[in-house]
């Protein structure tokens, strides 16, 4: 197992690198200047500008800036920002953990949701059951994040009240009352973000399972005498997670993507809104190291599933 | 369900393509004292906060909605099937690179790059192409460069699995080119999986494009798509609800039909189908 991790480890610094690439060439294509801001800037002297292009060598070939920016990059000096005026690691470290927290939670209520659902539906499948939970999933997949969103704020917040639409990280409480409260602002984001996934998610699982649940061995254990729940639980859940764990991970890009929208949405200071706030502002090295970091942590999520692949189907990591 | 979808959105495509014949009010008619009304005879679908009515502003965004679903599909699917084909019909080195391109262009994180594009290339192509329709191009081509893989990654497995059937074998024992082959013979047959996933891009583009406007980074703020719609309505929900509403159901009944539709294709042309 240990190998494998490191196997799939290997893997993943070329994607990551490559993703790099990606993003570096991108930038050196844009036309304009990114220090083109600076200079409507009037805080900014010419001579400054001069030495931050010579600093940051943009006129220097193409591969020696890859090299430069790439450098820079793993060693932790992901430049200054241009309007919020700290050094941008700092910027990043400080909205990472909310945007983990609320990313994290919806995927946790994504599967919570979808995996009984599914395996239910496809325990019975065509039942009026399923059909309803067909029919929800397509509903909720259609719906765009943002339209539930603005559709929970004015049900919830609006009209009833109940819970608060701007997301704040000093919550001024203590204790119990401030999970609490953490709780409540939470609500909402989570379940915007999760019930989406949630959806798509129930109609794989349910894919999944009507594949397994006719094979051999589930008939086997079922004609020794193991209960129904253990039979579905130990036999074929396992083994139709597979897939699941699979689409978990190729999602993981799209999911970020809703984070982006959730948290215009309900101004949660995640690096999603850092994102859409840099780009407003023209700023340039804040964008280019938030979307480092976007394919890092897909990458990351992406190895993650590779290690829960291989700890469902202990055939993979022998491969 | 698919059928019903079908009827709903060609009523939606026919309302929102003639509708500007029947409903002859200019979009952008600004009169402040019908300010964020309800729906009225006057104004169907009521008014936003310039007073400009809101159901000639969703028929003529509603048009700019579909064409770019339908073109960043169109992209995406020419795209995706030339790389497909010459990944599948190709062994080795060849193959190998166009699957590695594919797998990292997977792991992109679709809408970060989609902004970070836009932000480096929409001035210069507003300047080339003026403000709307460089901004189409380019949403549509992003939309598009990000939907072509999983259509590349069907063809290709058609291919590599029609490329040992006899039916090629005979043609090539015929004497036929590998492009004749590829053209008259394998795509024809390896279409049916591309045609569920173009649908599928469809409502993916909507929904992105829509996502675009509404984080008002897509089309000129006076060009009312219904992404548009719904970030200018997001900050009067407590006084004119009727405003995001409106938009917000359009956008979901259009992309809800495409999934039907999609999804009874697949029923359809799937043989492997669940008893």
Redesign the interface.
């Known amino acids: 197992m240990g190998k494998y991790i490191l196997r799939r480890l290997i893997i993943a610094l070329p994607?990551l690198l490559?993703?790099s690439l990606?993003?570096f060439v991108?930038?050196a294509?844009?036309?304009?200047d990114p220090f083109g801001e600076l200079a409507t800037n009037s805080n900014i002297p010419p001579e400054v500008r001069e030495a931050l292009r010579v600093k940051f060598g943009i006129d220097d070939p193409i591969f020696v800036r890859y090299l430069h920016w790439l450098v820079a990059m793993l060693h932790g000096d992901w430049g200054f920002s241009f309007s919020s005026r700290i050094d941008v690691d700092k910027l990043i470290l400080q909205r990472v953990p909310t945007t983990l927290f609320v990313v994290g939670s919806s995927q946790l209520l994504a599967l919570a949701v979808a995996l009984p659902v599914g395996v239910y539906a496809a325990m019975r499948?065509y039942s009026i059951f399923d059909q309803i939970a067909n029919t929800f999933a397509?509903?909720g997949?259609?719906?765009?994040t943002?339209?539930t969103g603005?559709?929970l704020?004015?049900i919830f917040s609006?009209n009833l009240g109940w819970l608060p639409f701007v997301y704040r990280v000093d919550i001024p409480a203590t204790g119990w009352h401030w999970y609490w409260e953490y709780f409540k602002q939470g609500i909402m984001p989570v379940a915007v973000l999760g019930l989406f996934q949630a959806a798509s998610y129930t109609r794989y699982v349910r894919?999944a399972v009507?594949d397994v649940i006719r094979l051999d061995y589930v008939t086997t254990a079922r004609s020794k005498g193991i209960g129904e729940g253990k039979v579905v639980i130990k036999h074929v859940v396992r083994n139709a997670l597979i897939p699941v764990v699979t689409l978990v991970a190729?999602q993981m890009?799209?999911v970020?993507?809703?984070a982006?929208?959730t948290e215009?949405?309900f101004r949660i200071p995640g690096i999603g809104s850092l994102?859409?706030t840099a780009?407003?502002a023209?700023d340039t090295p804040v964008?280019m190291a938030?979307?480092f970091v976007?394919?890092c942590?897909?990458?990351v999520f992406?190895l993650l599933a590779d290690i829960i692949y291989g700890w469902l189907d202990p055939r993979i990591s022998y491969r | 369900m698919a059928v019903a979808s079908v009827v709903i959105l060609a009523m939606l495509a026919s309302a929102v393509l003639l509708g500007s014949l029947a409903w002859r009010v200019p979009i952008n008619e600004i009169d402040f004292t019908a300010r964020l009304s309800s729906p009225s005879w006057q104004h169907p679908f009521g008014t936003d906060d310039l007073g400009q009515d809101l159901l000639a502003r969703m028929l003529y965004g509603g048009r700019i909605s579909l064409a770019v679903g339908f073109a960043a599909m169109i992209v995406a699917i020419i795209a995706g099937t030339l790389i497909g084909a010459i990944s599948g019909i190709s062994r080795g080195s060849v193959d190998a690179v166009l699957m590695w391109i594919t797998d990292l262009f997977l792991a992109l994180p679709q809408l970060p790059l989609l902004l970070l594009v836009i932000y480096l290339f929409r001035d210069f192509l507003k300047a080339w192409l003026g403000p709307e329709g460089g901004v189409f191009i380019l949403i549509v081509l992003v939309i598009g460069a990000f939907r072509w893989m999983p259509v590349a990654r069907l063809v290709r497995a058609q291919f590599l699995s029609l490329r040992e059937k006899e039916f090629v074998e005979a043609a090539r024992a015929l004497g036929a080119t590998t492009p004749r082959l590829v053209l008259r013979h394998i795509l024809p047959n390896s279409l049916g999986p591309v045609i569920v996933a173009g649908t599928i891009d469809v409502a993916a583009a909507i929904i992105a494009e829509s996502t675009l406007s509404f984080l008002g980074l897509g089309f000129p703020p006076d060009i009312p798509t219904w992404g548009r719609l719904l970030f200018d309505a997001k900050d009067y929900l407590d006084i004119a609800p009727h405003w995001a509403l409106f938009a917000g159901a359009a956008i979901f009944l259009t992309v809800l039909a495409i999934n039907f539709i999609g999804d009874g294709l697949r029923d359809a042309l799937d043989p492997r189908k669940v008893m």
């Open positions: 994607s490559g993703i990606v993003l991108l930038l294509l844009a036309p304009g499948p397509f509903v997949f259609s719906l765009p943002f339209f603005l559709l704020i004015l609006v894919s009507l190729l890009p799209a970020f993507g809703g982006i929208v215009q949405i994102l859409i780009i407003l023209n964008i938030v979307t976007f394919a942590l897909v990458v992406n």
